[in-house]
C-alpha cells in the first residue's frame, strides 16, 4: 500500500502535462491525478498554435480571388465575416478541449479543475482547499506574454486577447520582432488590418538564418506590412480627440467639423482602454492606432505556487531549472515545456513528458533530446528550419552554402512578385548538411520531412543522389549543385 495519494500529480493541463500524464497511467500503470486552474489544452490548444493556425488558414484567402482571376475563374471578393470566423474557432476549441478531458478520463487519470501549488516535496495544494500527497510531482504550467516596462502598457493587449477581440481593428501597432509578432503581422495584414510593426532591432526574427529572415521581412512588405525595423515605442497614451483628428488614417474627414459634444464623446472614448491609442516612437514619429499588440516575450508560469519553498530552484525569468533528465534540485519534482524555458515548442513538451515517463515510471532513464529540432514560423511565406543557421555554422567549422531563390511557378502565372527561399549550409569537411532553411509556402509541411535527413546525419551527397519531384518547389533541394559561397 502505497504511503501517497498518487504516484504522480501533474499540475498543468496542457500538451505536455497531458501526454505524461496519460502515459504514465494507460500504459505504466501508475496512479496519476492532473490538476489545471484554466482550460485543458493549453497554450497550443487553447490560446497558440492552433487558433492561431487556423487565424494563418483565414487569412491566406484574401488573395484567392485575385490569384482565381489568372487561372481563368470568376470569383467575388466579399467581405471577411470576423462574427462568423470566431464562432467557428471557439466551437473547434471547445471540441479539442474535450478531447483532452476525455483523453485523460480514459487513461485513467483523477483531474481537478483547481490552481494547484506545492505545499512540500510531496505535497500539492489545490484552491478548493483540498491537499493531495504524491510520490512525484510534475509542473508542466507553461508560460504566459508579458507587455513591457512602458508607461501605459496596460492600454495593449498581447497574443492572449487576439482570439477574443470582439470586432477587428482597422488599424494594428505590433510591437515585437519575434515569430509571434510576425505571424500575426501576416494574419492581421491578410484579414484586412492596417497593421505597422515596430522593432527595436535590426532585423526581425533574431536567432534565424539571417537570408532567410531577411526575405521574409522583404515579403512581408510587399504584402502591405509597415515593418519598421530599429524602431520601439517610447510613449504611449489615450488618444486626446485633437491627437486622433490630427493624424491620417485614425479620424473620418467629416469629424474635423465636429461639434463640442462630439469632441467631448470622442474625448471619453478615447480615455477608454479600448479606444484609440497614441503612440509616440523612438525615431519621434507619432501616431495614432486602434489597437496595440505586444509581441515582446513570454515568461514561466511559477508566479506563487511554493517552489522555492521547497527547495526548487528558479532562473532569472523565474523560469524552473532541471537537469537533462527534467529533474529539479528536488529530487521528487519535475517539471517540463516551456516553463522551464529550454525550448518552448509543443512537440518538445511532449517529448519530455515521454522521457519523463521512461526514466521515472519504465525504469528506462532517458536525457531530453533537444539537438536539430525542425520547427516552422507562419509568416506569409512560411519560414522552415533545421540546423544550424549559416552565421551559427560558419563560427564553427569552414562551410559550403547552398542556395536559390526564384518565383515559383503557381503565384508567378498569378502575376504576384513572391519569391522563395532553398537553403543548405554544409560541413566542408564531414560533407554532413548541418542547416536547412526554407522560405516558401507550405515550408513547415517540407521541413519536417527535411529533418529526418539532417537528424540521421545526411550528407550533401546523400541530397544529391535523392530523384527530384518535378515540378515542386522542393525539388531545388536536390539539385543544387554549386556552392553558392563557402565560408
Given at each position: 500500500m502505497s504511503d501517497f495519494d498518487y504516484d504522480l500529480f501533474v499540475i498543468g493541463g496542457g500538451s505536455g502535462g497531458v501526454r505524461a500524464a496519460r502515459v504514465a497511467a494507460g500504459e505504466?500503470?501508475?496512479?496519476?491525478?492532473?490538476?489545471?486552474?484554466?482550460?485543458y489544452g493549453g497554450t497550443c490548444v487553447i490560446r497558440g498554435c492552433v487558433p492561431k493556425k487556423l487565424m494563418v488558414f483565414a487569412s491566406e484567402y484574401a488573395g484567392v480571388v485575385e490569384d482565381a482571376a489568372s487561372y481563368g475563374w470568376d470569383l467575388t471578393q466579399g467581405p471577411f465575416d470576423w462574427h462568423s470566423f470566431r464562432s467557428r474557432l471557439n466551437e473547434e476549441l471547445d471540441r479539442l478541449e474535450q478531447v483532452y478531458r476525455n483523453l485523460l478520463k480514459g487513461s485513467g487519470v483523477d483531474t481537478f479543475d483547481a490552481r494547484a501549488s506545492l505545499a512540500g516535496r510531496h505535497e500539492v495544494k489545490l484552491s478548493t482547499g483540498e491537499t493531495k500527497s504524491a510520490k512525484h510531482i510534475l509542473i508542466a504550467t507553461g508560460g504566459h506574454p508579458v507587455r513591457p516596462?512602458?508607461?501605459?502598457?496596460?492600454l495593449g493587449i498581447v497574443s492572449d486577447d487576439i482570439f477574443h477581440l470582439e470586432s477587428l481593428p482597422k488599424s494594428l501597432l505590433i510591437v515585437g520582432g519575434g515569430y509571434i509578432a510576425c505571424e500575426f503581422a501576416g494574419i492581421m495584414n491578410?484579414?484586412?488590418?492596417?497593421?505597422?510593426?515596430?522593432?527595436?532591432?535590426?532585423?526581425?526574427?533574431?536567432?534565424?538564418?539571417?537570408?532567410a529572415r531577411g526575405l521574409v521581412a522583404e515579403s512581408m512588405r510587399e504584402r502591405g506590412i509597415d515593418l519598421r525595423v530599429g524602431?520601439?515605442?517610447?510613449?504611449?497614451?489615450?488618444?486626446?480627440?485633437?491627437?486622433?483628428?490630427?493624424?491620417?488614417?485614425?479620424?473620418?474627414?467629416?469629424?474635423?467639423?465636429?461639434?463640442?459634444?462630439?469632441?467631448?464623446?470622442?474625448?471619453?472614448?478615447?480615455?477608454?482602454?479600448?479606444?484609440p491609442i497614441w503612440v509616440k516612437s523612438t525615431n519621434g514619429g507619432e501616431r495614432v492606432f486602434d489597437m496595440v499588440l505586444f509581441a515582446t516575450g513570454r515568461d514561466p508560469n511559477t508566479k506563487d505556487m511554493g517552489l522555492e519553498e521547497v527547495g526548487v530552484k528558479l532562473g532569472r525569468r523565474g523560469q524552473i531549472e532541471v537537469d537533462d533528465y527534467s529533474q529539479t534540485a528536488v529530487p521528487s519534482i519535475y517539471a517540463i515545456g516551456d516553463v522551464t524555458d529550454r525550448v518552448n515548442l509543443t512537440p518538445v513538451a511532449i517529448r519530455e513528458g515521454m522521457a519523463f515517463v521512461e526514466t521515472v515510471f519504465k525504469g528506462n532513464p532517458t536525457p531530453v533530446d533537444h539537438d536539430l529540432i525542425p520547427s516552422a514560423i507562419f509568416t506569409q511565406p512560411e519560414m522552415g528550419t533545421v540546423g544550424l543557421s549559416e552565421e551559427d555554422a560558419r563560427d564553427q567549422e569552414a562551410i559550403e552554402v547552398y542556395c536559390t531563390s526564384f518565383r515559383p511557378m503557381q503565384t508567378a502565372f498569378a502575376g504576384r512578385p513572391d519569391r522563395v527561399l532553398m537553403k543548405l549550409v554544409v560541413s566542408k569537411a564531414t560533407r554532413k548538411v548541418l542547416g536547412c532553411h526554407i522560405v516558401a509556402p507550405g515550408a513547415g509541411e517540407m521541413i519536417q520531412l527535411a529533418g529526418i535527413a539532417v537528424k540521421m546525419g545526411a550528407t550533401k551527397e546523400d541530397f544529391d543522389r535523392t530523384v527530384a519531384v518535378h515540378p515542386t518547389m522542393s525539388e531545388e533541394i536536390v539539385t543544387m549543385r554549386t556552392p553558392m559561397r563557402t565560408a
Open positions: 505504466a500503470g501508475a496512479k496519476v491525478a492532473l490538476a489545471e486552474d484554466d482550460r516596462d512602458t508607461p501605459n502598457a496596460h491578410g484579414l484586412g488590418v492596417e497593421v505597422t510593426q515596430y522593432y527595436r532591432g535590426a532585423q526581425i526574427l533574431r536567432g534565424f538564418d539571417e537570408e524602431t520601439n515605442i517610447v510613449e504611449m497614451a489615450p488618444a486626446s480627440a485633437d491627437r486622433s483628428m490630427s493624424h491620417a488614417g485614425t479620424a473620418s474627414d467629416a469629424a474635423m467639423g465636429a461639434s463640442a459634444q462630439q469632441v467631448q464623446e470622442m474625448q471619453a472614448k478615447a480615455e477608454a482602454s479600448d479606444g
